[in-house]
């Protein structure tokens, strides 16, 4: 006749607790998707603040107009900065006092009225212009160099327009380099008399020559 045997103690004793070591696994399965959800609320969150960050996207076939359209392009019509403005354009300028003072004589022989007078070598050709600048597609942290009778700035480029003081020689020219592409292409804007253009689109390194006029 069969009959059941009884569980030793021992095994009767294991069935009734929970295995430690399942019970650890299990914690720490919980606590990786509780850090894993965290997680992508976090990131639901900051892209809900900040928005996503988009790049240039100009079509080869926009490049080449643009190309094609600075070529053309006599100058560029920029402001001149006024006597009274003088102070506050140096003062954005941020030369070191020798500088400063090298181009304030400059200006000064440039405008004073006795330069009518004075032997033509003698009369600065140096005048102090404002240009615009801003970038004309996306704003995703172009920035360029600016360079233009000796002084040189870096600009990063934003939707909004922003305006430098810039020294100009008797070259009438100012250098504009790509430094840093956010992304297609830096994407570069400036002020053209009451008007605006958009200049042919830098590669990093790459430097235009734009004439101006004032």
């Given at each position: 006749?069969?009959?059941?045997?009884?569980?030793?103690?021992?095994?009767?004793?294991?069935?009734?607790?929970?295995?430690?070591?399942?019970?650890?696994?299990m914690s720490k399965f919980k606590l990786f998707m509780a850090g894993m959800l965290l997680v992508a609320g976090l990131g639901y969150g900051m892209t809900a603040i900040w928005g996503t960050v988009s790049s240039d996207s100009v079509s080869k076939a926009e490049q080449a107009t643009l190309v094609a359209e600075f070529a053309k392009l006599k100058s560029i019509d920029v402001e001149p900065v006024s006597v009274q403005d003088t102070?506050?354009?140096?003062?954005?300028?941020?030369?070191?006092?020798?500088?400063r003072q090298q181009?304030?004589?400059?200006?000064?022989?440039?405008?004073?009225?006795?330069?009518t007078a004075m032997p033509r070598s003698q009369v600065s050709e140096t005048g102090l212009v404002w240009i615009t600048l801003w970038d004309f597609a996306a704003a995703d942290g172009d920035v360029v160099h600016v360079s233009s009778a000796?002084?040189?700035?870096?600009?990063?480029?934003?939707?909004?327009?922003?305006?430098?003081?810039?020294?100009?020689?008797?070259?009438?020219?100012v250098k504009i380099s790509g430094v840093h592409d956010g992304g297609g292409g830096i994407?570069?804007?400036?002020?053209?008399?009451?008007?605006?253009?958009?200049?042919?689109?830098?590669q990093t390194a790459q430097t235009l020559t734009v004439p101006v006029s004032f």
């Open positions: 006749m069969k009959h059941l045997e009884p569980l030793p103690k021992s095994a009767s004793q294991s069935l009734g607790k929970p295995k430690p070591a399942v019970s650890s696994s102070d506050t354009a140096l003062d954005s300028m941020q030369l070191q006092p020798p500088q181009l304030q004589t400059a200006l000064l022989n440039r405008s004073t009225p006795l330069a000796g002084f040189e700035m870096d600009i990063v480029l934003q939707k909004s327009q922003t305006r430098i003081a810039v020294p100009v020689d008797s070259s009438k020219t994407t570069l804007g400036v002020k053209n008399g009451a008007g605006m253009v958009s200049l042919p689109v830098l």
